[in-house]
């Protein structure tokens, strides 16, 4: 067995925040990781994990590595793009090239357009429902296969589908609906594994109509990620709002994947900019010039029972973050270094740290149009009758520099 690379970076000064990280790197030099291209993790009951590569499966279990690929197995396609386990800890493993395979520690079964009613063979995203329906996601539509074997196929032809390309999958498992993500055709609502509707541009609040990545915080809100808009959030029970590079302080709007975390946070994969953090509505992140992180793209995130972060890179292959021992990720400052907003998220108040006298404060939506203005009572801030979604705040007397605040009425 090859050991891992650990590596500890300790009191390290980015933009005025130090961080302290757990990182262990798993490549194809110092593992049998079959290659450095990580497209997907999956985890068993257990703790199993399995990451498909660009040139093969592997299993990691105990520190002991199994790698499957077209020479020692019936995979027919090494090209591993989407992996989902069943509760009864079936694997099922979407492949490029190859259609579906499904394995149960013993057999191996293929589904794909010559033996089956499966579209087209790149299966590049997975989920199983609540219900015990497998849904794919090709490049020629939306595929269900319910518990006793019916197959429904969904498309642009025959349903509000907005594109035959469904590059991601989420089940909201409290409320029997899932999510897809097209590409170049916005996202789509199933519920009750039977009644859609599509959300683009044209007819919602998502800002962006592709999206690679799909998840759900503690709070109810979905949240989209876009290569192009950044961090889009379907707001519960309302709304919607747009994190990207005029918006926040995201360090880039090219993003990849998403992993939710807390109740406003999530880790987020990235194009350009390695692993974004969100905590609240402020934005960090890890990359090759700040962390161990030696590749700036991230394909995809997964956690563990643990809590760890386990990460897949273009080029670098697997890392594993111990958040447990991480205490920060270098911080973009959007504010001033004294005064800041909390709650954030908000409610109906908001105070501000170090703001005791009464100030008066003009109250601007992103684009820059005022909607009000008060005075802070020893830094309390009323928001009745304001608009939900971002706002920013800042002193007349620019004294400050301007606070920007997630406004939530009704959830709080």
């Not at 009613?117 to 595929?143: E, M, N, Q």
């Not at 005075?375 to 009758?385: K, M």
Request: proline fraction near 4%; charge should be negative; charged fraction near 15%.
């Amino acid at each position: 067995m090859f050991r891992a690379v650990i590596i500890f970076m300790l009191a390290v000064c980015i933009g005025g925040s130090s961080f302290a990280q757990n990182w262990t790197q798993y490549t194809d030099t110092n593992s049998p990781l079959p290659f450095p291209s990580v497209r997907c993790i999956a985890f068993e009951s257990d703790g199993t994990a399995w990451i498909g590569t660009d040139f093969g499966l592997a299993r990691f279990s105990n520190g002991a590595w199994t790698v499957f690929n077209s020479t020692n197995s019936p995979l027919a396609s090494n090209d591993i793009r989407s992996l989902c386990i069943g509760t009864d800890n079936t694997k099922f493993i979407g492949t490029f090239s190859a259609g579906l395979y499904t394995y149960n520690d013993t057999a191996w079964t293929n589904l794909n357009t010559s033996n089956s009613s499966l579209p087209d063979d790149y299966v590049r995203s997975l989920s199983k429902g609540p219900s015990g329906s497998l849904w794919l996601g090709t490049t020629a539509g939306l595929v269900r296969i319910d518990s006793v074997g019916n197959w429904t196929i969904y498309t642009m032809w025959n349903s509000v589908l907005g594109s035959n390309n469904i590059a991601c999958l989420h089940h909201d498992t409290v409320n029997n609906e899932l999510w897809a993500g097209t590409v170049n055709g916005g996202a789509l609502r199933v519920v009750n594994d039977t009644t859609l509707t599509s959300f683009t541009i044209q007819n919602s609040g998502i800002s962006d109509n592709t999206v690679l990545g799909i998840d759900q915080d503690a709070a109810g809100n979905i949240l989209f990620v876009s290569p192009a808009n950044g961090l889009i959030v379907k707001l519960n029970p309302f709304g919607w709002f747009t994190y990207n590079l005029v918006s926040s302080n995201i360090p880039t709007s090219g993003l990849t994947c998403i992993l939710a975390d807390s109740m406003q946070d999530a880790w987020i994969g990235s194009l350009n900019k390695g692993l974004i953090r969100k905590s609240g509505s402020s934005f960090s992140y890890s990359d090759s010039t700040n962390s161990p992180l030696d590749d700036i793209t991230v394909q995809c995130l997964a956690r563990d029972s643990a809590g760890r972060i386990w990460i897949g890179t273009q080029t670098a292959g697997l890392y594993i973050l111990d958040t447990q021992t991480t205490t920060g990720i270098a911080v973009l400052q959007e504010t001033s270094a004294s005064v800041r907003a909390y709650p954030n998220p908000s409610g109906r108040f908001i105070r501000l740290t170090d703001v005791r006298d009464a100030v008066q404060v003009e109250i601007l939506l992103p684009e820059g149009r005022v909607v009000s203005f008060t005075n802070t009572s020893q830094g309390l801030i009323d928001l009745a009758g304001l608009p939900p979604g971002l706002l920013l705040i800042r002193p007349v007397d620019g004294s400050w520099k301007s606070v920007r605040v997630l406004h939530q009425p009704n959830h709080f």
